[in-house]
Nanobody
């Protein structure tokens, strides 16, 4: 499975962006998929995830109520809709996926097997 993360860019605080995690040639249905981010000088952290069926989602407290994760199986893509962006959301965003369930839980980075290359989100104040 090859993942392609896209949709990052420069946006003012309070604005919105939609990130895409696309799988080339293979559906992401059946894969737990998560978004993580890494800000300069910080460790990678969990943002949001969706389970293999799309029936369950989970988001970190820092983005809950502002970010929404969902999938479009016809397009082999998982999206991260980010609203009310803050300067502290500035980071490189990565998507990861694993066939079936992440054995360590949706928020666990170590359980994802496939990773996209990352897309930079910059939020100006």
């Amino acid at each position: 499975v090859q993942l392609q993360a896209s949709g990052g860019g420069l946006v003012q605080a309070g604005g919105s962006l939609r990130l895409s995690c696309a799988s080339s040639g293979r559906t992401l249905y059946g894969y737990d998929t998560g978004w993580f981010r890494q800000a300069p000088g910080k460790e990678r952290e969990f943002v949001a995830a969706i389970d293999w069926s799309g029936g369950s989602t989970y988001a970190s407290d820092s983005v809950k109520g502002r970010f929404t994760i969902y999938r479009n199986n016809a397009k082999n893509t998982v999206y991260l809709q980010m609203n009310s962006l803050k300067p502290e959301d500035t980071a490189v965003y990565y998507c990861g996926a694993v066939l079936g369930r992440n054995p360590y839980g949706l928020a666990s980075e170590g359980g994802y097997r496939y990773w996209g290359q990352g897309t930079l989100v910059t939020v100006s104040s």
